[in-house]
C-alpha cells in the first residue's frame, strides 16, 4: 500500500471507519484498493472509483502462449512448421508444470528436397537459404521464436554434418 500525503487531513468514512484522502489515493497507482481484515468487503470500488481490474490466466502466469518452430531435415525431403503453442499450468497448488493444452499451425513450409554436396554431407548453404527463406515468408525472424526442434531422420542423421547442422 502507497503511503498518503501526511500534509493533508484524512476525511472521515462512517462506511468504512477510517480516514479517505480525497479519491483513495492511498492507492494511487491501482484501481479499487484493498482494505485491513476489519472490513467484509476487502476488495471494493467506492462512487467515482474504477473497479479493480481482474487479471487473465495468461497475466496471472497460469497460461503462457509461445511460438514454436519445428525443422524436419530427412532422408529425402525437408521441411518447417511453425506453431503457436498454448500451455497451462497444472495441479491444484499451481505447480511449475505446465501442459500443452492448445497447438495452432501458423505456417508451413513447402517440402524440398534435401540438399547433398556429396553421399556424406548435406548442402548446409543451401539447406540455409531455404530455412531463411521460409522464416520471410512466414513474416518470421529467429528472435520471435520462443522454442522449437531440429530433427534429423533416416539417413540425414548419419551424414557427416548432422550434429554440426542442429547445433
Known amino acids: ?3 498518503a500525503d501526511p500534509s493533508r487531513t484524512p476525511e472521515p468514512d462512517a462506511e468504512h471507519g477510517h480516514g479517505h484522502w480525497g479519491a483513495h489515493d492511498h492507492a494511487v497507482g491501482t484501481y479499487g484498493h484493498i482494505h485491513d481484515a476489519e472490513h467484509d468487503d476487502f476488495m471494493h470500488t467506492h462512487p467515482g472509483e474504477e473497479p479493480v481490474i ?5 497475466e496471472a502466469g497460469n497460461v503462457l502462449t509461445l511460438t514454436s518452430v519445428g525443422i524436419d531435415i530427412g532422408s529425402s525431403t525437408s521441411h518447417l512448421t ?4 498454448v500451455l497451462e499450468r497444472q495441479g491444484v497448488a499451481l505447480s511449475s508444470r505446465f501442459k500443452v493444452v492448445e497447438r495452432t499451425v501458423t505456417h508451413r513450409s513447402p517440402i524440398m528436397l534435401t540438399p547433398y554436396v556429396d553421399l556424406f554431407t548435406i548442402d548446409t548453404e543451401e539447406l540455409s537459404r531455404f530455412i ?14 520462443d522454442t522449437g526442434a531440429t530433427i534429423f531422420t533416416g539417413e540425414a542423421a548419419k551424414k557427416n554434418n548432422a550434429e554440426a547442422i542442429s547445433a
Do not use: I, N, W
Request: proline content about 8%.
Open 82 to 85: 511453425f506453431s503457436k503453442l
Open 54 to 58: 481482474e487479471l487473465t490466466p495468461e
Open 132 to 145: 531463411k527463406g521460409v522464416y520471410e515468408d512466414a513474416g518470421m525472424r529467429p528472435e520471435d521464436v
Open 1 to 3: 500500500m502507497t503511503q
